[in-house]
């Protein structure tokens, strides 16, 4: 398989766990999300889910936003807009 033809089902993949881990309430421990150098895993210190409804994900403002709206999953919860 090429280096393109790899990159491209590696967005797919992601695409579609990320879609998956959306429509959900909670994130698994260690869910994978594909990144550039292959693939990283969320982590809870608990060993639990990863609550998606908690005041992270919650538009707590009057801008509609959260912070989970800019600080993604599948980017380590880091801001990269």
């Not at 693939?39 to 889910?49: D, F, V, Y």
Request: charged share 10%.
């Amino acid at each position: 398989m090429s280096r393109r033809a790899g990159k491209a089902v590696v967005c797919a993949m992601g695409g579609l766990l990320t879609g998956l881990a959306a429509s959900g309430q909670s994130l698994p421990n260690l869910y994978p999300f594909p990144n550039a150098s292959g693939w990283l895993e969320t982590q809870n210190a608990g060993n639990g889910p990863i609550d998606l409804t908690g005041p992270f994900f919650q538009s707590l403002g009057t801008n509609g936003r959260s912070c989970g709206t800019c600080h993604r999953p599948a980017l380590r919860l880091g801001d990269f807009r």
